[in-house]
């Protein structure tokens, strides 16, 4: 882990196994109306990312690849929450967000993950955390995630200290 500056976290993961406890990492602390976006090419982890995320914020069913579908919604047991899990790969614009009720989601009682946030970016709230997926080598990532607004440098900063203790 590089510290580079205090809202960007520079992270190597060698492994699926060591992105998913990553995201479990990061699912713990999120909380309604979390902004988390997911970038990279094809094949980068987002979904094995976001994966992790469900386990540690605690879904139900296991977040899976909603390339089909374009929103996952899930539940947890204790309260009303829903962590709403976006793949826009086939979503052109803002104009077409709209049509899968993108307000409606960022109005609803719950985290929202995304990947390919860079298509709808101007629809994108501009407090967010970033996370850019970078392949290095056939099991290597490199994870550079970037907290843009209080909530999520101050969350950043939570994942830091919890992941690495530092
Ligand atoms: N360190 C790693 N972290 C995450 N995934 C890895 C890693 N090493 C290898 N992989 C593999 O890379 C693939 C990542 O697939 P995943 O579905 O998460 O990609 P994606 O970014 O969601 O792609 P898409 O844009 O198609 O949705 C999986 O097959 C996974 O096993
Ligand atoms: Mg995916």
């Known amino acids: 882990?590089?510290?580079i500056r205090d809202d960007q976290l520079d992270i190597i993961s060698h492994s699926p196994e060591q992105t998913v406890r990553l995201g479990a990492r990061l699912?713990?602390?999120?909380?309604?109306?979390?902004?988390?976006?997911?970038?990279?090419?094809?094949?980068?982890?987002?979904?094995?990312?976001?994966?992790?995320?469900?386990?540690?914020?605690?879904?139900?069913?296991?977040?899976?690849?909603?390339t089909f579908t374009v929103v996952h919604q899930h539940r947890r047991k204790g309260d009303s929450q829903r962590l709403h899990h976006l793949d826009l790969y086939?979503?052109?614009?803002?104009?077409?967000?709209?049509?899968?009720?993108?307000?409606?989601?960022?109005?609803?009682?719950?985290?929202?993950?995304?990947?390919w946030p860079e298509h709808i970016r101007d629809a994108i709230p501009t407090q967010h955390l970033w996370i850019a997926i970078r392949v290095i080598e056939v099991t290597r990532r490199n994870l550079l995630m970037e907290?843009?607004?209080?909530?999520?440098?101050?969350?950043?900063?939570?994942?830091?200290?919890?992941?690495?203790?530092?």
């Not at 990279?40 to 879904?59: D, I, L």
């Not at 049509?99 to 989601?105: A, F, L, M, T, V």
């Not at 907290?147 to 900063?157: E, M």
């Open 27 to 66: 699912g713990k602390l999120l909380v309604p109306g979390d902004i988390i976006c997911l970038s990279g090419e094809m094949g980068a982890g987002k979904t094995v990312f976001a994966s992790g995320v469900g386990q540690g914020w605690g879904t139900l069913n296991t977040v899976t690849s909603p």
């Open 1 to 3: 882990m590089a510290i």
């Open 147 to 166: 907290g843009v607004g209080k909530r999520y440098t101050h969350l950043l900063n939570q994942f830091r200290e919890q992941t690495f203790g530092v």
């Open 90 to 115: 086939r979503i052109q614009n803002e104009t077409e967000v709209d049509s899968i009720g993108w307000e409606d989601i960022l109005d609803d009682n719950g985290p929202v993950i995304l990947e």
